[in-house]
C-alpha cells in the first residue's frame, strides 16, 4: 500500500509540473450505445469531435441488447478493460471493445422498480459504476462497486428533484473538477426543452447550478437529450439528442458559466442511446532492449503496461517486466517529457531513453522472481490521478535489471506513453 501511495505521489508529481503547458489535445472521441438501422436491436456506435468538425460515426460492435424504449439507455466507459458498459433499460453489459464479448451481464438493481436505466457513467477509475434510472416526475442515482461481477449495488441512492412531467436521460461525471452532470428533459406540445445540471459528486443530489441549452439538429427529428459524455482533458460536456451532439465548453461548472459549440451530425443511421468518452492514450514500444555480460542470456524478456489504457483516475494501470534473468533485481526509470535519443554509460549494454533531467523517479530495485533462469518478473504500480494537468503528458519508461551481485546489467525495452 506503501509504494502505491509513492507512485501515485510521482505522477501527481509530473501532474504539477505539467499542469502549465498549453495545447492539449482538442479532438474526444465519443462512444456509445446506439440503435442499429431499424431500431430493433443496439450496437456500440464512436465518433471523433474537435471544436470545428466532426467525422461520420463509425460501428464498433453488435450487441445483444434490443433497442431501449423511450428515454432508456445508457453507457460508461471503463479504461481498466477497454470496455464499454452499457444498458436497455434493464439489464447492464460490459462488452470488451476489442472483441465485442460481454464480459459481464446482470440485471440493474433499480430503486423505483417503475423506472428505468437512462444513463451511466464510471468514475474512481472505473471502480465505480453510477446509475441513473428515471420515469416521467423521478430521477435518481445510485453506484455499484465494479471491481466485481456483478457488480455490487451500494447504499448510496438518492432522488433528484424534478418537475412532474420531466425525465433524465443524461449522465457524466468530471471527476478532477467533482461534478455529476445530468440532463433534464421537460417535454412540450411540439418539441421539449432540456436542462444540463451540475450537482456535487460528494453528495450526488446536490444540486450546484443549471442552465438551458438549445435543441442541436432538426427539432422535429428529435428534441430530446438522451445521453451525455464528459471529457476533462478539453473541459467539454457533450449532450446528444440521438441523431446531433452538442459540444458545451464548460468555463465553471460552479456557476455553470458555459460556451456553445458546433453541433456535430452523427452521420451513421441509429440513434445514440447512450454515450462516454473513450480513452485515446498511449502506450508505444520505442527502443529495444539488451543483456550484458555477467547476467544470464535472457533473449525473451520484454516490458509493457497492465491495467487497461494510460487514461486519467486509472488507478489499475502500471508497468511490468517479464522474462528477465531470475533472482535479479529491477529498477524503474519513470521520465516525464519524451524519451531521449539516449545515454549510454560504459557499463550497460545500451542506452538510458527516460531523460535523467528533472522530474525522473526511480522506482525499486524490486526483485524479478521466477522458477526458470529466465522467469524473472515483476509489476509496479503507476495508478493515475484524475488530475487534467495529466492530460496529453508523456512518459517514458524503462528498466534497469541488476544481476547477481551486480555482475551485470540488462535493459529491458523502453516505451512512451501519452495520458489522456
Not at 457513467?121 to 446509475?131: H, P, T, V
Not at 478532477?176 to 428533459?185: D, E, F, H, K, Q
Not at 524479478?368 to 519508461?397: E, K, N, Q
Not at 535489471?401 to 535493459?411: D, H, N, Q
Amino acid at each position: 500500500m506503501r509504494s502505491f501511495t509513492k507512485n501515485l505521489l510521482i505522477l501527481s508529481t509530473i501532474s504539477l509540473l505539467l499542469s502549465s503547458r498549453s495545447g492539449v489535445t482538442q479532438t474526444t472521441t465519443i462512444i456509445g450505445l446506439a440503435d442499429d438501422a431499424t431500431a430493433t436491436t443496439t450496437q456500440i456506435h464512436s465518433q471523433a469531435v474537435d471544436p470545428s468538425s466532426c467525422i461520420p460515426a463509425t460501428g464498433v460492435c453488435k450487441t445483444a441488447l434490443g433497442a431501449p424504449p423511450s428515454y432508456s439507455g445508457g453507457s460508461a466507459y471503463d479504461a481498466r478493460n477497454d470496455a464499454m458498459w452499457i444498458s436497455d433499460g434493464k439489464t447492464i453489459q460490459l462488452v470488451d471493445l476489442a472483441s465485442c464479448k460481454v464480459l459481464c451481464s446482470f440485471a440493474a438493481q433499480m430503486m423505483n422498480p417503475q423506472a428505468t436505466v437512462s444513463g451511466l457513467a464510471c468514475s474512481d477509475g472505473g471502480r465505480r459504476l453510477l446509475q441513473l434510472e428515471t420515469m416521467p416526475g423521478y430521477a435518481g442515482l445510485r453506484s455499484y462497486d465494479a471491481t466485481q461481477c456483478p457488480p455490487v449495488p451500494l447504499r448510496d441512492g438518492c432522488t433528484l428533484s424534478i418537475s412532474n412531467y420531466a425525465w433524465c436521460a443524461g449522465l457524466a461525471i468530471d471527476e478532477p473538477r467533482g461534478i455529476v452532470w445530468v440532463s433534464v428533459t421537460l417535454p412540450g406540445v411540439v418539441t421539449s426543452r432540456n436542462f444540463m445540471r451540475a450537482h456535487a459528486l460528494a453528495s450526488k443530489c446536490t444540486q450546484i447550478c443549471e442552465f438551458e441549452i438549445p435543441i442541436c439538429g432538426p427539432p422535429l427529428i428529435s428534441s430530446d437529450v438522451l445521453g451525455l459524455a464528459y471529457d476533462p482533458c478539453s473541459s467539454r460536456l457533450f449532450a446528444t439528442f440521438g441523431l446531433h451532439t452538442l459540444p458545451i465548453k464548460i468555463v465553471d461548472p460552479l456557476t455553470c458559466k458555459y460556451q456553445l459549440e458546433s453541433c456535430c451530425e452523427k452521420r451513421l443511421a441509429g440513434k445514440w442511446r447512450g454515450l462516454a468518452v473513450r480513452s485515446t492514450g498511449t502506450i508505444k514500444p520505442y527502443a529495444t532492449g539488451c543483456i550484458g555480460k555477467g547476467c544470464p542470456f535472457c533473449s525473451s524478456m520484454t516490458s509493457g503496461s497492465f491495467g487497461g489504457y494510460p487514461s486519467l483516475g486509472n488507478r489499475d494501470f502500471g508497468y511490468a517486466i517479464q522474462g528477465a534473468p531470475t533472482n535479479s533485481l529491477g529498477l524503474l526509470i519513470v521520465g516525464a517529457g519524451r524519451c531521449t535519443k539516449g545515454i549510454g554509460l560504459p557499463f550497460l549494454c545500451g542506452a538510458i531513453y527516460p531523460s535523467l533531467s528533472s522530474p525522473t523517479f526511480f522506482l525499486g530495485p524490486v526483485p524479478l522472481t521466477g522458477v526458470a533462469a529466465c522467469d524473472g518478473s515483476a509489476r509496479v504500480p503507476l495508478p493515475i490521478p484524475s488530475d487534467a494537468g495529466l492530460c496529453d503528458a508523456t512518459i517514458c519508461l524503462e528498466w534497469v535489471v541488476v544481476c547477481g551481485a551486480i555482475s551485470g546489467f540488462g535493459l529491458s525495452p523502453t516505451h512512451e506513453l501519452v495520458i489522456r
